[in-house]
C-alpha cells in the first residue's frame, strides 16, 4: 500500500478549493474596506451682528453622507453681550455673559442646530462664531456590492470543490 497524502496536500491539489479560498479572502478584504471610514471635520464660519432680542439658528446645512458625531461651537463677542444658546433637537438652553474679546467653546454631541438669542448687553453687538463639526464618511461603501458576489461565488465554488474532492477521494 502507498503511503497516504496529507490533507494539506490533497486540499492544495483541488484547484477549484484554491481559487475558491482566494476569492473568499479577497471579498472579506473588500467588506472590510467598504466599510472603513475617512475621518474628516468640517469647519464653518459665522459673523453674526444682534440688535436687542434678536436671534440667529447656526448648523450644517448639509450631511450629503457625512457623519457627525461630536461639534464645537466657538465664540467671540466685540462687546459686552448676554446670550442664551438653544440645541434646537434636545431643547436644552445655556446662558452665557461675554466680555469683549473673551473667547467661549461649548461642546455637543453630534452637529445640533443651534438658536443664538441675545437677550442683553451693549448693542448693536457682534458674535464671530466658529462651528466646527468632527464626523466620517465612508466613501468606499460602494465595495459591498462587489464584495458580496465575490464572497457568494467563491463559497458556490468551494462546496463545488469540496464534493469535486469527496468524490476524488472515495474513489481512491
Request: contains cysteine; glycine residues 6%.
Amino acid at each position: 500500500m502507498g503511503e497516504r497524502p496529507s490533507f494539506l496536500a490533497t486540499i492544495m491539489s483541488s484547484r477549484p478549493l484554491i481559487i475558491a479560498l482566494t476569492m473568499l479572502v479577497a471579498g472579506i478584504f473588500l467588506a472590510l474596506m467598504a466599510d472603513y471610514p475617512v475621518y474628516e471635520q468640517k469647519v464653518e464660519p459665522f459673523h453674526l451682528t444682534f440688535q436687542p432680542g434678536s436671534n440667529r439658528t447656526i448648523g450644517l446645512q448639509s450631511y450629503d453622507g457625512f457623519h457627525p458625531y461630536n461639534s464645537t461651537l466657538k465664540i467671540v463677542s466685540d462687546k459686552n453681550l448676554s446670550i442664551i444658546i438653544v440645541n434646537i433637537e434636545s431643547r436644552r438652553s445655556k446662558r452665557l455673559d461675554l466680555k469683549p474679546m473673551q473667547k467661549v467653546s461649548l461642546s455637543y454631541m453630534g452637529a445640533p442646530f443651534l438658536r443664538i438669542s441675545a437677550v442683553g448687553g451693549d448693542f448693536p453687538a457682534t458674535l464671530e462664531c466658529t462651528y466646527v463639526v468632527d464626523g466620517y464618511r465612508k466613501p468606499y461603501l460602494w465595495l459591498g456590492l462587489p464584495s458580496a458576489i465575490i464572497i457568494f461565488a467563491g463559497f458556490i465554488l468551494a462546496v463545488k470543490g469540496y464534493i469535486a474532492l469527496l468524490s476524488n477521494v472515495i474513489e481512491e
